[in-house]
């Protein structure tokens, strides 16, 4: 398909972006903008602005969405994640898989926000718990929100030099500029101008060209980077038994037995094993994307609309799986000698190790992309960028707006003021991304700086699980969780931040008390990771949350609380949200979340996503029942009873299969996708629009 360089003689590597490159990228962007300006004449309101007047249905709610959250910053922390822990990271996948399977099914948290109809998590704060708690919340989650957005431009432009080989600094017109700056001003500038000119409308039909976009480029991409077969028939670059010979085995760092990883730091089995539990514990606490949550025509949609997300993502995960194994090759097997030498050299002129990491995969592949192929993949990561971008704006702005100033105001804005008071808040989102960007320290991998910062709003999943499905969830249990939890990540934050090489002398005291032996130690770094704070500002919340609750309902004889008027159930939906099906729902399908809102369709859509997600759960079970069940003490220690062939094997089919179905996805994806935008803009056509439907809450 490709003609691709490298021999172990001679390294033919690509000189960087021609005018052909150049000229796709730029016939997206204007292609984006002329969306852009269209579906600003559908903006009239606040509910426009803030979440489509509730109008997007599942395909285009699933699309925009995904790409959205595929951000450049998130494509740049799994490299770095699979590069150290190759194929031990999706291993664990396969264990978090049927908790992601089973949230998406009973539609956990996503269902009863959508029910609330309220368009940010704080708005439902006040309605479940008290003004005052809206308040406070909305700042910390704003906060939090913004300094956690606030390294997706540093993150983004990084790998954008990195991949284009700029310099740090160009002269010109006798100023020596700063590339970085330049390139940051323009990157969130470009966001700033999607964000506020059509808000959510604007947003999600971009966002959604890019994703349809994006998902034919990353089968693309496949056949560039993998060799299916020995005849070679893609045109690829690295065959998979050159793959097979460099994924490291070595007892406790193995990439391909995910049991035999236990010393890999940081990606080993407790990241993954925590992150399942704050699948559950957060789900709906984090609203970087706040207008999507708030946008689905209807809870059933909403729900749907999470399912489609098993089957979207497919490529796209294959694809971000497939770069870094490819610079696993290439920077260890001997064709690549060379090509290894280059890539090496290069990064060399950065200083900053954990950036050097970061820029490893970018580099390698702008040195082995050809022309055209080349200005596609930045097509597509300036798309994964944008849309990143102007989401986090909008929601982070938005949040600022509807949960921090409307609360204080006794007079509501006008349409007109609403909208540009909605505006000049994402603008500051965005002049503080820059400062963030600009000055911060990076001072670890980037999934634990996302840890960390997620960690601030731990209380929230406490106040939102409690406040949606406990009737005993009171007022002040909300509050200690929420601010305990803020705390807690908030010291993990600066210690990680001041900490420098800290000596710690146990010797002295420990010596004189227990006569160990123990002498200085030096740490060069805060001992307790991102994703460890994360979990103890979990349990620490959810205990807090529920003691206290009990405490007021028992002690105080605090009355419990009506969900069903929150919900706007039975004789309070108002609105007829929940249209039902005259069909009956048998007992295991309503077990499993069936309701009777679904269709045929839907129903063959929830079969096929559990068969899917409960395959790969059963090879997980078998393969480490073989494991154990069939291993033994060996000199090393215990040996698996499953081979390095059978893992590499169950590797391989993982891969293809997945490629097949990405493809066929892809096309269902984008029919489907296009049906929901045209009845969306038709919708937004005849809509009639309720100007008191603005996010404010009706004293109790």
């Known amino acids: 398909m490709y003609s691709l360089l490298a021999s172990a003689v001679k390294v033919n590597v690509n000189p960087g972006m021609t005018t052909l490159d150049w000229a796709i990228v730029a016939g997206m962007i204007v292609l984006l903008v002329g969306v852009l300006l269209y579906s600003n004449r559908f903006l009239h309101n606040a509910a426009d602005f803030l979440a489509a007047s509730r109008c997007a249905g599942r395909y285009v709610l699933s699309i925009s969405q995904g790409i959205a959250g595929f951000a450049v910053v998130n494509s740049v922390a799994t490299f770095e994640m699979f590069y150290k822990a190759g194929f031990a990271s999706t291993w664990w996948a396969m264990l978090t898989a049927p908790v992601g399977l089973i949230l998406s099914l009973v539609a956990w948290v996503s269902y009863r926000l959508r029910e609330t109809r309220c368009f940010t998590l704080a708005q439902f704060f006040e309605v479940r718990y008290s003004r005052r708690f809206r308040i406070a919340s909305g700042m910390i989650t704003w906060v939090c929100g913004v300094v956690n957005y606030g390294i997706f431009p540093a993150v983004s432009v990084r790998f954008f030099m990195f991949f284009c080989r700029l310099p740090e600094y160009y002269p010109l017109w006798g100023i020596n500029w700063d590339v970085y700056a330049v390139l940051l001003t323009l990157a969130i500038g470009m966001g700033l101008f999607f964000a506020t000119c059509g808000g959510q409308i604007a947003i999600m039909v971009t966002d959604f060209l890019q994703g349809v976009f994006c998902n034919i480029c990353f089968i693309i991409f496949i056949f560039f980077i993998f060799k299916l077969g020995d005849w070679d028939v893609s045109g690829g670059y690295v065959s998979w038994s050159q793959i097979e010979s460099c994924l490291s085995d070595e007892p406790g760092v193995s990439q391909i037995n995910p049991f035999n990883a236990g010393k890999i730091k940081d990606f080993n089995y407790w990241y993954f094993l925590i992150g399942i539990v704050s699948a559950i514990y957060s789900r709906g606490a984090w609203q970087g994307s706040m207008g999507y949550a708030a946008a689905a025509k209807n809870p059933h949609e909403s729900k749907m609309a999470g399912i489609l997300g098993t089957w979207r993502g497919l490529a796209q995960g294959l694809m971000i799986m497939l770069f870094p194994l490819a610079l696993i090759v290439i920077m260890r097997h001997q064709d690549f000698s060379e090509l290894a030498n280059v890539i090496t050299d290069t990064l060399a002129q950065t200083k900053d190790p954990q950036l050097r990491e970061q820029g490893l995969v970018p580099t390698g592949l702008s040195l082995i992309m050809p022309k055209g192929l080349l200005g596609l993949f930045v097509a597509v990561m300036f798309a994964a960028m ?12 938005s949040i600022f707006v509807q949960d921090v100033i409307m609360p204080f105001r006794k007079k509501a804005f006008s349409p007109r003021q609403h909208i540009w008071a909605l505006r000049l808040s994402v603008a500051g989102v965005a002049v503080f991304a820059w400062l963030f960007s600009y000055f911060y320290r990076q001072t670890e991998y980037v999934y634990l700086f996302f840890a960390v910062t997620g960690a601030i709003v731990s209380g929230a999943g406490a106040a939102i699980i409690g406040g949606l499905y406990w009737k005993k969830g009171s007022v002040i249990a909300a509050w200690v969780s929420y601010v305990t939890g803020a705390l807690i ?13 800290s000596q710690i002398k146990f010797g002295a005291w420990l010596n004189e008390t227990f006569q160990l032996g123990w002498s200085e130690v030096t740490l060069a770094k805060f001992p307790i990771n991102g994703q460890f704070i994360s979990l103890i500002g979990m349990a620490v919340c959810a205990a807090l949350y529920v003691v206290i609750s009990l405490v007021e309902h028992y002690c105080f004889k605090r009355p ?10 039975g004789e309070y939906d108002t609105a007829k949200e929940h249209v039902v099906n005259s069909e009956k729902v048998g007992f295991l399908a309503k077990r499993l979340g069936i309701t009777k809102e679904f269709t045929l369709g839907d129903k063959i859509l929830y079969a096929s996503t559990i068969t899917w997600t409960l395959g790969w759960f059963v090879v997980f079970i078998v393969y480490t029942a073989c494991h154990f069940l069939g291993g033994h003490a060996g000199e090393n220690g215990f040996v698996s009873g499953v081979s390095r062939e059978w893992w590499m094997g169950l590797w391989h089919f993982k891969v293809y299969l997945t490629l097949i179905l990405g493809i066929g996805c892809t096309v269902w994806f984008l029919i489907g996708g296009i049906v929901d935008v045209t009845r969306l803009f038709r919708s937004l056509a005849t809509l009639v629009r309720d100007e008191n439907d603005n996010g404010s809450v009706e004293d109790k």
């Open 560 to 569: 419990d609380f009506n969900l069903d008027k929150m919900l706007h159930r």
């Open 386 to 397: 944008l849309s990143t971008d102007d989401t986090y704006m909008h929601s982070w702005g």
């Open 489 to 501: 990540a908030t010291i993990g934050i600066v210690l990680q931040q001041v900490w420098n090489g």
